[in-house]
């Protein structure tokens, strides 16, 4: 499978964004997709995941702010973001699991798509 992220772009402080993420095959029966992002010069970090039934597992950083979906019918992850933070600046990818479960372990991703920037300024 390959993942191929758009959405990112500038937007001011507090200001909203969806990112997607077009998966190649279907994603219905995908092990847990989740969303990632990674700061200049900062270490890469999980925000949110989902697998196939729906379960969720989100980033305290996040949570209350960022929203996970997928829609299975047109194989698109997507992650809402609202009320958007300077600090939340960094390129923001998405992954396939090699779990079944959600959680937001990197070691756990084997897929990567290449990323889209998101600057909040």
């Known amino acids: 499978v390959q993942l191929v992220e758009s959405g990112g772009g500038l937007v001011p402080p507090g200001g909203s964004l969806r990112l997607s993420c077009a998966a190649s095959?279907?994603?219905?029966?995908?092990?847990?997709m989740g969303w990632f992002r990674q700061g200049q010069g900062k270490e890469r970090e999980g925000l949110a995941a989902?697998?196939?039934?729906?379960?969720?597992t989100y980033a305290a950083s996040v949570k209350g702010r960022f929203t996970i979906s997928k829609d299975n019918a047109n194989n698109t992850l997507y992650l809402q973001m609202n009320s958007l933070k300077p600090e939340d600046t960094a390129m923001y990818y998405c992954?396939?699991?090699?779990?079944?479960?959600?959680?937001?372990?990197?070691?756990?991703?084997?897929?990567w798509g290449q990323g889209t920037q998101v600057t909040i300024s």
């Open positions: 992954a396939v699991s090699i779990w079944r479960a959600p959680d937001i372990e990197e070691r756990h991703y084997n897929i």
């Open positions: 095959t279907s994603t219905t029966n995908t092990n847990c």
């Open positions: 989902i697998d196939r039934g729906g379960r969720i």
